[in-house]
């Protein structure tokens, strides 16, 4: 018989810690946009997704990057699905994580399992950790929802059994989806079916890739003979499967530098991907059509790709790779999503052997014949259909609880979303003041003075932004979102009109500042960072967070506002004056920020810089030497490298090598 049972995982862990509480108007540099060059040659129907409704925003998401590096052993909450051949372990805390596939009658683990939880910066919005099997939707990227809760309940498997539904609600496109697993009795393999709903009355862009982390010493195999490979240098080719460059890259270790490959399966070929060892014992995933694009990404052998894998873990941990599958070609692509329609597919995971020794082709097909002997194509696609009346199952017993977005949006537009019920119990204190806003038609003034909060941008929340009481409140969170909208010109707009009358100026005026770096206007933009860090400090010192909540150890994300406002806005306001060579006034919002928060790796590295601008290289250079971690290092940011050359001809120490590309491409 199949059972869900919970479970309790203990990991050495660095808490996630508060998000950023200023809103995110300008993206994180995301890595995969393509050089302009190499659009020309694309499919027309891949041309077409690569250009459409790119990501421009991480609104209304917040940036998470309160985390660390140190590590203490902490509970997380799991829930465990397991038949007489598989146990399947998910942190429904963390994105719903697949930590773990066991494959009990060989004893032997079908994924790269992760020893530590360590956040690091890849996901779209920040934090991200490394491990298992993840579900990326939004955009290009790991998902925002990687270190975020997910709702989680047991409903009817198809075969009579228990199934485990994940659901949330998808901020950046506004989009519901769910995530069905079960294991059929005496079945080798994790079904996972997966939907995604556009319930809006207009067409909204979608995208999906199930990320699988499985050791890298494999063979990876997938019906291609040819891939689009994708670099941090974005350039974009088509190249041979499975030689490139005089090398087989099937074999991970075969790569240099981190890249993707996104094999180019022909239509009508089965959909799947197998990473095998030397012995042919490795994991397979296959799915449904609609899941059509395949990948593959390696970390490569170079110095910056090791350092990476062992930034993630802890030392003496094997490397990893990642195989993967998606709704598109590419991860560069988003698709349209219909209005008021939905799109869903079967996927499968489970154990697969076959020699991956020998010619491509012969390797292949000796592959696909193991696995239409163990799994049919046919089988999937019947275990399709037998799922899809499943899907708008009503939960039953609840497992855990995600957030309350979902509920505020079912509330507003009055929708039935039968299988996936976000109910109002759901709702938070994110959610109160807009739901205030809903039922009141005005938004509340923060409690106790505190920083204004998230903003909701979507057009039905800025249209009744628009109709509110012009507050100074409000006219901060219409301007945001006015912003998300592209209407920036209106956006300053609403920014000047609430400074009119704010008595705390200092969100209007980091939002304006904002605004003026986009536009070019350097100095401007300094004079309103400056302005906004002394009208915050002054906010401080009078008192007005008096109430400052006390510091939860349970609970780390629940420390004091306060701290992690000053400190965001204290690091932007110091870049923002050194790029016009204000040097002493950069020096003076450093020195009024806490101690703890100098002693940051991220602003150990804004010490040096700032030593730096100040002609003082001995003493940046001594800061290096010191050793410091910047724990929200930006997947493919060169920032510690670029300024290590400022300093010194000597080469960049390792500890501080994250270079994922060749030097001068």
């Not at 109910?423 to 923060?446: D, I, M, N, V």
């Not at 509110?468 to 592209?486: C, F, I, M, R, S």
């Not at 940011?637 to 501080?656: N, Y």
Request: net charge negative.
């Amino acid at each position: 018989m199949t059972t869900i049972r919970r479970e309790v995982l203990t990991l050495p862990a660095a808490p996630i810690g508060p998000d950023n509480p200023l809103p995110p108007l300008r993206p994180l540099d995301e890595a995969h946009r393509i050089d302009e060059r190499d659009r020309a040659g694309l499919p027309r129907d891949m041309a077409r997704q690569v250009g459409y409704a790119p990501l421009r925003s991480l609104l209304p998401a917040p940036v998470r990057d309160g985390y660390g590096r140190v590590r203490e052993p902490r509970e997380f909450d799991a829930l465990v699905l397991e038949n007489d051949r598989l146990r399947a372990t998910v942190l429904p805390a963390l994105g719903g994580r697949v930590t773990s596939l066991f494959h009990k009658p060989t004893d032997r683990e079908l994924l790269y399992v992760n020893p530590v939880l360590q956040p690091a910066n890849f996901a779209l919005n920040g934090a991200w950790f490394s491990g298992g099997i993840e579900w990326n939707i939004g955009a290009t990227g790991h998902t925002t929802l990687s270190c975020s809760p997910v709702h989680a309940a047991r409903v009817p498997a198809p075969d009579g059994g228990p199934m485990l539904r994940l659901w949330e609600w998808e901020r950046l496109r506004d989009l519901p989806f769910q995530v069905d697993l079960w294991l059929p009795e005496g079945s080798d393999f994790l079904h996972v079916g997966v939907r995604v709903r556009n319930p809006h009355e207009r067409p909204l862009p979608t995208y999906w890739w199930s990320n699988i982390a499985v050791p890298e010493d494999r063979r990876v195999l997938a019906p291609a003979d040819e891939a689009w490979l994708f670099g941090y240098e974005r350039r974009l080719r088509r190249v041979p499967v499975p030689c490139h460059d005089g090398a087989d890259r099937t074999y991970p270790r075969n790569s240099r530098y981190p890249a993707d490959w996104f094999y180019e399966v022909p239509d009508g070929r089965r959909r799947w991907i197998a990473a095998l060892d030397e012995h042919g014992h490795g994991l397979v995933q296959t799915s449904t059509d609609v899941l059509r694009g395949r990948k593959l990404f390696v970390w490569g052998t170079g110095p910056g790709g090791r350092r990476w894998q062992e930034w993630l873990t802890e030392p003496g941990t094997g490397g990893y790779c990642e195989i993967q599958a998606g709704l598109a070609r590419t991860q560069l692509e988003h698709v349209k999503l219909e209005a008021e329609s939905e799109v869903s597919w079967l996927e499968a995971y489970g154990p697969l052997d076959a020699d991956p020794r020998g010619e491509w082709h012969t390797v292949l097909h000796r592959a696909e014949d193991r696995l239409e002997a163990v799994l049919p194509r046919t089988g999937v696609d019947a275990a399709y259909e037998a799922w899809r009346p499943y899907a708008d199952a009503e939960p039953g017993e609840r497992l855990a609880t995600g957030s309350g977005w979902g509920a505020l949006e079912v509330l507003r537009a009055g929708w039935k979303l039968a299988g996936t019920p976000f109910e109002e119990a759901t709702l938070g204190e994110e959610q109160r003041p807009w739901l205030h806003l809903l039922h009141a038609g005005a938004l509340p003034e923060p409690d106790h003075h505190a920083p204004p909060g998230g903003t909701l941008v979507a057009r039905p929340c800025r249209d009744m932004l628009e109709t509110t009481a012009a507050t100074p409140t409000a006219e901060y969170h219409l301007g945001v979102a006015q912003w998300h909208g592209d209407d920036r010109a209106q956006a300053v707009r609403s920014w000047e009109r609430g400074l009119k009358e704010a008595t705390a100026r200092w969100p209007l005026l980091r939002c304006l500042a904002v605004a003026d770096r986009e536009d070019g206007h350097h100095e401007r933009a300094a004079d309103r960072y400056a302005e906004a860090f002394d009208d915050l400090c002054a906010r401080v010192r009078d008192g007005s967070p008096a109430s400052r909540p006390e510091p939860d150890a349970a609970d780390p994300g629940k420390a004091d506002p306060w701290t992690a406002v000053t400190a965001a806005l204290g690091g932007e306001a110091i870049g923002a004056l050194l790029a016009v060579g204000r040097t002493a006034d950069a020096r003076s919002v450093w020195e009024w920020l806490e101690p703890a928060v100098r002693a940051r790796g991220r602003f150990r590295l804004t010490e040096a810089a700032l030593l730096a601008a100040e002609g003082r290289n001995a003493e940046a250079r001594a800061v290096f030497d010191e050793g410091f971690e910047v724990a929200d290092l930006r997947e493919g940011d060169e920032v510690v490298g670029r300024l290590w050359s400022r300093l010194t001809d000597e080469p960049l120490p390792a500890r501080h090598d994250f270079r994922m590309r060749p030097d001068g491409e």
